[in-house]
T-cell receptor, first 111, second 114 residues
Framework: GAGVSQSPSNKVTEKGKDVELRCDPI?????LYWYRQSLGQGLEFLIY????????KSGLPSDRFSAERTGGSVSTLTIQRTQQEDSAVYLC?????????FGSGTQLSVL | DQQVKQNSPSLSVQEGRISILNCDYT??????FLWYKKYPAEGPTFLIS?????DKNEDGRFTVFLNKSAKHLSLHIVPSQPGDSAVYFC?????????????FGKGTKLSVKP
């Protein structure tokens, strides 16, 4: 596709449920990032994949969060046992170099 | 502790005038800085960047100034247009390519009045 695609665009879930967020990066981009933006906050780094290297997971807030990138392309961010503080916009980005290209995000609401 | 700070959550400017958005950082290891622009319900888009070897970078109506000694950068938009109304994020990173994650500020919401 022409840009970074994220699905779903909106997700409402109940506290305690697991959710999976999907990201399709721009074809050929070797780097993929997950960020989240909570209400009134800046973009918070979560995890970074670069090629076949081990991902940088230093931003994941707890062990309930995990992400994988299959075949160097599509990535899935999984949040287990969701909590209300997980409510945020989850943004995926990909890049070849200095510029990140962001998707439109997934608005996650945990009730 | 915030490493990248945008102390003004909002800014209102008249069309045609200059908009100045400010950003301060605390980590002296940062040497590459970027500005991103975000419209509602869209992802941020790259606007302009500057490396620490420069003190100014210009692209059309947008100019970024870097003062390393003060750990301060600013984005100037002149002349401002209503379509510039958006949230602007400052971001920083040390040695791009060796560390992937950008550190973002909380953003400044710019409103340009016609």
């Amino acid at each position: 596709g022409a840009g970074v695609s994220q699905s779903p665009s909106n997700k409402v879930t109940e506290k305690g449920k697991d959710v999976e967020l999907r990201c399709d990066p721009i074809s050929g981009h070797t780097a993929l990032y997950w960020y989240r933006q909570s209400l009134g906050q800046g973009l918070e780094f979560l995890i970074y994949f670069q090629g076949n290297s081990a991902p940088d997971k230093s931003g994941l807030p707890s062990d309930r969060f995990s992400a994988e990138r299959t075949g160097g392309s599509v990535s899935t961010l999984t949040i287990q046992r969701t909590q209300q503080e997980d409510s945020a916009v989850y943004l995926c980005a990909s890049s070849l170099g200095e510029k990140l290209f962001f998707g439109s995000g997934t608005q996650l609401s945990v009730l | 502790d915030q490493q990248v700070k945008q102390n003004s959550p909002s800014l209102s400017v008249q069309e045609g005038r200059i908009s100045i958005l400010n950003c301060d950082y605390t980590n002296s290891m940062f040497d590459y800085f970027l500005w991103y622009k975000k419209y509602p319900a869209e992802g941020p888009t790259f606007l302009i960047s500057i490396s620490s070897i420069k003190d100014k970078n210009e692209d059309g109506r947008f100019t970024v100034f870097l003062n390393k000694s003060a750990k301060h950068l600013s984005l100037h938009i002149v002349p401002s247009q209503p379509g510039d109304s958006a949230v602007y994020f400052c971001a920083a990173t040390p040695r791009w390519g060796s560390q992937g994650n950008l550190i973002f500020g909380k953003g400044t919401k710019l409103s340009v009045k016609p």
